[in-house]
């Protein structure tokens, strides 16, 4: 079974490193909290006292961090991954970041005769929970073959998107259209109760008509419509807004560098960004649906 050097214990990254103990492969983590450290421990894998002790022999390196600067560090520093391991890996960042980063991530770490995918994900804290993730995959078919098993025991759905720096784009344009339609789908709904409609009514008419998305199926963003999504928990938990602004900044950057036509995506940016400014971004990004609220 290979080894694996886990970086980055968040909320996502501590579930994913705790899957791939439960699959059995052997799990050296860092991070710089070292309560999420200890916790892995606890699960089983084995806690990293510093980057060069966990990447000692590592097969497969992952990472999961907040953008593409850390990773940058994390890799590259001096004290960073590449100048403290010996053998020759394949890197697999999980990250969301710019496609370019990810590209020239991808050429410093083959030009040291290493691997690199990126890998970025989509199924937020539940999915990584579950072990339900889906991975987008850029990089050559090789090395995502090779990364299939223990992307596999991380999630449900492994795509190919192209070459590294193809599952950013891929990811990217996924959650623009996600913003989208969770703002539409929140317009839409309180459009029927300002009319007098029932939300529920409303959205199981939706639910079978032509209207009808994944945020009305699985992620309602009325309070009280559907059990168990974060709309009905005071909106913790979840794809916080200040997340969702992140990706939002990103796909609006790629659109600029290829003069691609995204209005719909530039509003939602604009509707995000001010729900954010407006002291909601530890909320769910669902919670755009109080921004159509009456005062």
Not at 37 to 61: H, R
Not at 62 to 79: C, N, Q, R, T
Not at 129 to 157: R, Y
Not at 199 to 211: N, T
Request: proline share 3%; charged share 15%; with cysteine.
């Amino acid at each position: 079974m290979a080894k694996i050097a886990f970086f980055g214990l968040g909320n996502m990254g501590a579930s994913m490193a705790k899957n791939l103990v439960k699959a059995k492969f052997n799990v050296t983590v860092f991070d710089l909290v070292g309560s999420q450290v200890q916790l892995l421990a606890e699960a089983g894998a084995t806690p990293g006292s510093s980057v060069k002790q966990a990447v000692e022999s590592a097969d497969i390196i992952i990472s999961m961090l907040p953008a593409g600067k850390h990773v940058e560090s994390l890799y590259f520093d001096e004290d960073g991954i590449v100048n403290n391991i010996s053998a020759k890996s394949l890197f697999i960042d999980c990250s969301t970041i710019e496609s370019s980063t990810a590209k020239s991530i991808g050429e410093k770490l083959q030009a040291q005769g290493h691997r690199f995918i990126d890998a970025p994900v989509s199924g937020g804290v539940a999915g990584a929970a579950a072990g339900s993730l889906t991975f987008i995959v850029g990089g050559d078919k090789a090395d995502f073959d090779e990364a299939q098993s223990c992307l596999q025991a991380m999630g449900k759905n492994i795509f190919h998107a192209g070459g590294i720096g193809a599952g950013q784009v891929a990811k990217i344009c996924n959650n623009m259209l996600l913003a989208i339609l969770m703002a539409g789908t929140s317009e839409a709904l309180q459009l029927g109760i300002d009319n007098g409609l029932d939300p529920k009514v409303m959205s199981d008419i939706m639910l079978q008509s032509s209207g009808r998305n994944w945020t009305l199926e699985l992620y309602n963003p009325c309070p009280g419509v559907m059990p168990n999504v974060p709309s009905s928990n005071d909106y913790q938990g979840g794809f916080l807004v200040d997340l969702m602004n992140k990706d939002l900044g990103l796909a609006m950057g790629t659109a600029a560098n290829n003069r691609s036509v995204v209005p719909l995506g530039q509003l939602a940016k604009s509707l995000f960004q001010m729900h954010g400014n407006a002291g909601n971004g530890n909320l769910d990004f669902s919670s755009i649906f109080n921004a159509y609220k009456h005062g």
